[in-house]
């Protein structure tokens, strides 16, 4: 069983206790009314997707209820590391370039 | 037998669902109990009108005599109260009392509190198989060293949520919602 730490808890929790969020780091348009269809459509749907390295959203649901980002290897499934909603996305290119996989 | 003196065994019929020579699971006597959330400045003086304070650890419980406030999540807590009388009855008055008291002390300040006296049930599981029986629905390691007493956490007891308060090294304690108790304690009573 996969095991994902949670950085409010600070422990390591199975797999079933947490929930995908999708990619991180995904601004909100400040001003949507601002926005065309096309610029809308980007906003909602197009996802970085890469094979490799993914910057992610997941909710510790049925522990502390609290969403929180992942950097997670999209081929091998590991989690390179964790960190509270809010904090800086970790510079993924150094981390792949640092053998994360 | 738990090692707090808020839980104590339901005094009503079906409360022994396992009596083992190595573990038994007791149905546990009604409790007041509220959610409470809010930022630390609220949990503060939530916990000051409640009698336990509100642990800023994560995984941290509480318990003050017949009080305990348990973490649940960074702004969240689970408060939990006995009146002193065990009885088949939830303790409205106790609970109505600490719902105004504690909304009166954090007055204005933004926080969210709820009586879920009646949403949860409680089941103690005791003796030296207590953490085997638990884990074959609970995913967690139940070590002493990992899950130490004194921690709580909520997790899942296969498919349904419960809350798991290690009161004792030989004793925990189950907070299911009241409509999972029956598929709790039927897997506890198979396991
Ligand atoms: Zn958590």
């Known amino acids: ?101 | 037998m738990p090692d707090t003196a808020l839980y104590a065994p339901a005094t009503t019929q079906g409360a022994s669902v396992v009596s083992r020579p190595d573990v038994t699971v007791t149905r546990a006597a009604p409790l007041a109990r509220l959610a409470f959330r809010g930022d630390a400045t609220a949990a503060g003086k939530a916990g000051a009108a409640f009698g336990a304070s509100l642990p800023m650890a994560p995984l941290a419980a509480n318990p003050v005599g017949q009080r305990a406030a348990l973490w649940l999540g960074p702004d969240e807590w689970l408060l939990l109260a006995a009146s002193g009388t065990v009885g088949e009855e939830v303790p409205w008055a106790l609970a109505r009392t600490l719902c105004d008291e504690i909304a009166t002390a954090v007055g204005t300040h933004p926080h969210a509190l709820v009586d879920v006296s009646e949403r949860n049930v409680a089941l103690i599981v005791s003796g030296p198989r207590a953490a085997a029986l638990l884990n074959t629905q609970v995913f967690l390691d139940l070590d002493e060293g990992a899950f130490p007493v004194g921690q709580v956490t909520r997790t899942l007891f296969t498919k349904a949520e419960i809350v798991l308060w290690r009161t004792g090294p030989d004793t925990f304690v189950v907070e299911c919602w009241r409509s999972f108790a029956p598929y709790v304690e039927g897997l506890l009573a198979n396991g």
């Open chain 1, 1 to 101: 069983m996969l095991l994902i730490s949670c950085p409010w808890c600070r422990v390591e929790r199975p797999e079933i206790e947490f929930r995908y969020g999708g990619e991180a780091h995904i601004d909100r348009p400040a001003q949507p009314a601002d926005l065309d269809d096309h610029q809308w459509a980007e906003f909602l749907y197009m996802r970085s997707n890469p094979k490799g390295l993914l910057a992610e959203r997941w909710r510790h649901v049925h522990g502390c209820g609290r969403f929180f980002n992942a950097v997670r290897h999209t081929v091998s499934d590991r989690f390179v590391c964790v960190y509270k909603t809010g904090e800086k996305c970790p510079d993924l290119e150094a981390l792949a370039r640092e053998g994360a996989q």
